[in-house]
C-alpha cells in the first residue's frame, strides 16, 4: 500500500523531499513553476498544483511506483472547463511508458477518459463502458479516478466524493506491464495537420495546470 496526501505549507514549492513529508516517498519530475495550494482543497487539505511546460517532459509529474502487474490507483484531480467540441484534451496520468489516461469533454460538457498511446498522434485504444455505470461527472470541480489493473483495466471517474454513480470503461487485456503511473496535466488540441500543431504549440490554456492529491 502506497500513502501520500500530495500537501505541504501553502506556497511552498513542490520537490520530492517535501512530498516525502506527506508520506511514502514519491519523485517530482520537472517542477517548476510548481506549489503546494489551497486555491481548492480536498479534505479541507491544500493540494499539489502541476504547472504546465512547453511539452509533456517539460511539465510538472509526480512519478508513482507500481507494485507489478495487478494495482489499484486512487487520485483526486482539478479539472478546470474545458471548451466542449473542440478538440481539447489534458494528459492526466502515463500509465507506465506506453500508454496514458486522456481526458476531453463532450458537447454537454460531461468528462470522457480515453486511453491513448504515448504519441499525441497515436489513435485511441478500443474500450467499452460497463453496463449499468453512471453518467460522467461535469468540468470545473474535482474529479475522483480509481483505476484498477488485474486482467483489464477499469476505471471508475466519480465527481469528488460521490460514491454511488461513476463512469467506468474498461480496456482489454494488451496494455503493457506497467512499472510507474505519473500524474500530470499537459492539454493540447490533436490534429493531423502541421499548421494545427503550430498554432497549438502557443495554446496560452496549457499554462494552467491542476491540483494532484490523494484522499
Known amino acids: 500500500m502506497l500513502s501520500n496526501t500530495l ?5 511552498d514549492p513542490l520537490s520530492s523531499s517535501a512530498l516525502s513529508r ?42 508513482l511506483p507500481s507494485p507489478g502487474s495487478g494495482w489499484a490507483l486512487r487520485v483526486y484531480l482539478w479539472l478546470p472547463t ?3 467540441g473542440d478538440g481539447s ?26 486511453l491513448q498511446g504515448r504519441d499525441l498522434a ?13 453518467p ?8 475522483r479516478l480509481e483505476l484498477r489493473r488485474s486482467g483489464n483495466l477499469a476505471l471508475r471517474l466519480y465527481r469528488e466524493h460521490e460514491t454511488g454513480q461513476a463512469l467506468e470503461p474498461t480496456w482489454a487485456p ?19 495537420t502541421p499548421t494545427a500543431w503550430t498554432r ?3 495554446y496560452p490554456a496549457r499554462r494552467h495546470g491542476p491540483r494532484w492529491t490523494w484522499p
Open 22 to 63: 506527506g508520506g511514502d516517498p514519491l519523485a517530482v519530475l520537472t517542477p517548476a513553476r510548481s506549489r503546494f495550494d489551497d486555491t481548492h482543497t480536498v479534505h479541507g487539505l491544500p493540494a499539489s498544483r502541476l504547472g504546465t511546460g512547453h511539452h509533456r517532459e517539460d511539465t510538472a509529474r509526480i512519478r
Open 7 to 11: 500537501t505541504g505549507p501553502v506556497g
Open 136 to 143: 460522467a461527472p461535469g468540468t470545473n470541480g474535482w474529479i
Open 89 to 114: 484534451r489534458r494528459w492526466a496520468l502515463s500509465i507506465g511508458d506506453a500508454d496514458g489516461l486522456v481526458l476531453s469533454t463532450a458537447a454537454n460538457s460531461d468528462v470522457n477518459a480515453v
Open 200 to 202: 497549438w504549440t502557443a
Open 82 to 84: 474545458m471548451p466542449s
Open 122 to 134: 497515436a489513435e485511441d485504444r478500443p474500450g467499452s463502458i460497463t453496463p449499468g455505470s453512471g
Open 174 to 192: 494488451g496494455v503493457p506491464t506497467v512499472t510507474s503511473g505519473t500524474p500530470s496535466g499537459t492539454r493540447w488540441r490533436p490534429s493531423r
